[in-house]
């Protein structure tokens, strides 16, 4: 039975989108709705394709850097990780570490940041270029999303400058608050100000493609399907 209301929630809503949702009907949802752009790059894949990640995006931008005698002006630029500590400290449930803005060419997440994450309570990480520890974070089953493993490390070739800002990936806005889904095809990220109207229609395609498939595996053809369901 289709829910009259979406839960408020954030645990309750994330429990009912992990139970019945993925990444290909949310985004059919938000194409209908004028959302056409919603998919982050499709090299962002989990570390192991079981993984799945749903939370409130924690926005955090990154830059790349030379290391140099020269302190510069910028007193981020002068830590070892710019605001990456600070970043990460300020993980709350539900939420996810998303970062972009450096060259996609070293590691941005690793074991002891999963550690961290998940004594927070946070839902997982999708980081614009690559992880490490690789190992460690398949043990801790802390879901990460990344262009793979590498272990070359950030600390002398980028830092944090920002956090909880909008950032921009693939083409797509990435606001503090909006909703991160991934899972093994793809990440995308669900705007807040209209996540109750797709996650209601997400539920009902997921529902409706359920029966659409039981019609098709007893005989009906896909052009009956589509005619009489509307879903294919």
């Excluded at 192991?48 to 939370?55: A, F, L, P, T």
């Excluded at 043990?139 to 980028?158: C, H, M, V």
Aim: with cysteine; hydrophobic share 45%.
């Amino acid at each position: 039975m289709i829910p009259l209301q979406i839960p408020t929630k954030d645990d309750e809503l994330i429990a009912l989108i992990k139970a019945e949702l993925f990444t290909a009907v949310i985004g059919d949802i938000m194409d209908k709705s004028g959302f056409l752009n919603q998919f982050l790059p499709p090299q962002l894949q989990p570390l192991r394709s079981d993984m799945v990640v749903v939370g409130r995006a924690m926005p955090v931008l990154e830059a790349d850097v030379v290391e140099s005698a020269d302190p510069g002006h910028n007193p981020v630029l002068q830590k070892p990780f710019g605001l990456m500590l600070e970043a990460l400290d300020d993980l709350k449930k539900n939420e996810v570490y998303i970062c972009s803005g450096s060259a996609p060419s070293y590691a941005l997440w690793g074991e002891l940041m999963s550690m961290r994450a998940i004594k927070l309570g946070a839902a997982g990480a999708v980081v614009n270029g690559y992880s490490r520890d690789t190992n460690g974070i398949l043990e801790l089953n802390f879901p990460t999303f990344s262009y793979g493993s590498y272990a070359k490390d950030q600390a002398p070739r980028g830092k944090v400058i920002d956090f909880r800002t909008t950032i921009e990936m693939n083409g797509v806005l990435i606001r503090n608050g909006d909703y991160v889904i991934g899972d093994r095809d793809g990440v995308c990220i669900v705007p807040q100000e209209a996540s109750s109207e797709i996650f209601r229609l997400a539920f009902e395609k997921a529902r409706g493609e359920k029966l659409v498939f039981q019609k098709i595996k007893e005989g009906m053809s896909a052009k009956a399907a589509f005619e009489t369901y509307g879903i294919m």
